[in-house]
């Protein structure tokens, strides 16, 4: 089921009119629904079945308090990649105890506010990161969980700069360097070695290449319990795709239950970080109509919304729907790239779209849920989009639209 449904002509938002919305709280405008991401989150949480397992949210993905707080509410667990999104999430609500702490820069002071927030692990992608969390917890003398995030070297199949599970991106350590880093962990007084982490990429429409990765992490978890390691822990990661465009993913349970199925009967807790797969299609983001225009034979419609509320577009040349919020069947369809106000060429939403528009409608771009506002900047000075969310018919302002005076805030002239 939909919850951005035509009833008639008319675009809704569960049971609120986007038109209605747009009137409201102004264009740009992020529109989420609450009903979307607490079902998408529990068939992640349903599909696991009886086995102990943890739903880590993704906060790269939608970072708003509002969005952290209704997963918050659900019993969810969160993958982090900083402290500020730690701090977001400890601000809306979420427990520490379920958060995980991804990312390959990891700073002594983030790892030491982790630390004394008590997260369930931090995801190791490095030797000298170890090395690190083991100094920052000696000073602080506590003991640091950790998995370490193995590098399956499989190809995801997305596109290249998403793609993080190769042995020549950046992301986690090779099979085999794992074997002697686990044992340098297990000698260090201050770090208890918890589990396995792997994430191969991001926007996947297949299962296969999740299963190859899972495959190689159970064969290391089995040679290190050979050593003496035994990990009470595997982390798939994330990066389960969606329908943009005609993409075919795998439903939710469907990819949950392939891994359970591959887990067998071991004795170890499941951990997946699903960031995507929960949020982007669980927001629109809505724009106007300024004007159209033709140069030569090619037809704009410059919109309100641009590269710095929605990058995908630009960044990687992501295909989104793009759907009128009231139609018009009266009008002839023609074909446009909506283009928005930024002076980049490369600043389009979507590139030759069959539409029936005049100036002054609204467009919704579909999927952007995620990977949209916290990806958004303040590029030509333009203050970013305010975010709502929908409830049935409550509408909540999850985040203020920001005010021109708030673009130069905390800078100063010179004496
Ligand atoms: C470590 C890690 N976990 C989880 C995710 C979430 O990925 P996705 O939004 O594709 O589910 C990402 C982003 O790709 C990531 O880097
Ligand atoms: N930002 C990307 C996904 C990156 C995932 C982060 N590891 C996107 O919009 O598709």
């Not at 986007?18 to 991401?37: E, H, M």
């Not at 439903?251 to 995507?276: C, F, M, Q, S, V």
């Amino acid at each position: 089921m939909d919850f951005f449904n035509r009833k008639g002509t008319e675009l809704y938002a569960e049971d609120c009119a986007v038109a209605d919305l747009a009137k409201t709280y102004g264009t740009p405008l992020f529109v989420y629904s609450r009903a979307t991401i607490e079902r998408h989150w529990h068939a992640f949480d349903q599909a696991a079945g009886e086995r102990p397992h943890l739903v880590c949210y993704a906060v790269k993905a939608n970072s708003n308090l509002a969005v952290l707080n209704v997963l918050a509410r659900l019993g969810s667990g969160f993958d982090i990649v900083s402290q500020g999104e730690l701090a977001r999430v400890i601000a809306a609500g979420g427990d520490p105890a379920k958060v995980v702490f991804s990312g390959v820069g990891k700073k002594s002071a983030e790892i030491a506010y982790a630390l004394q927030q008590g997260i369930y692990c931090f995801n190791v992608e490095s030797e000298a990161e170890l090395d690190r969390i083991q100094q920052v917890a000696q000073q602080l003398n506590v003991i640091a969980p950790i998995s370490l995030r193995v590098n399956p070297d499989v190809d995801a199949g997305t596109h290249p700069y998403i793609s993080t599970g190769l042995k020549e991106n950046k992301f986690g350590v090779s099979i085999s360097d794992a074997h002697r880093i686990y044992a340098k962990a297990e000698s260090y007084p201050h770090i208890a070695v918890k589990g396995i982490d792997c994430h191969i990429g991001s926007q996947l429409t297949e299962i296969n290449p999740f299963l190859d990765a899972l495959e190689r992490i159970l064969l290391l978890v089995d040679n290190l319990a050979q050593q003496g390691i035994e990990l009470s822990h595997i982390d798939v990661g994330g990066g389960l795709g969606v329908c943009y465009q005609d993409e075919q993913p795998p439903h939710p349970n469907e990819y949950a239950k392939a891994i359970a199925d591959k887990l067998a009967d071991r004795d170890i807790t499941l951990i997946y970080e699903p960031g995507r797969a929960i949020m982007a299609n669980a927001g629109i983001l809505v724009t106007e109509v300024e004007f159209l225009k033709t140069n030569q034979d090619r037809h704009f419609a410059i919109v309100d919304g641009a590269m710095n509320d929605l990058i995908r577009p630009s960044l990687y040349q992501a295909w989104q729907n793009i759907i009128p919020v009231v139609e018009r069947p009266e009008l002839a369809k023609q074909c446009y790239d909506i283009v928005g106000p930024v002076c980049e060429t490369g600043d389009f939403l979507g590139k030759n779209r069959e539409l029936a528009i005049n100036a002054g409608d609204l467009l919704a771009v579909r999927s952007s849920g995620a990977y949209g506002f916290t990806m958004s900047s303040n590029y030509n000075s333009r203050p970013r989009a305010a975010e709502i969310m929908v409830d049935g018919e409550q509408v909540y302002v999850v985040r203020e639209r920001e005010t021109i005076e708030s673009l130069w805030q905390g800078e100063s002239l010179l004496p």
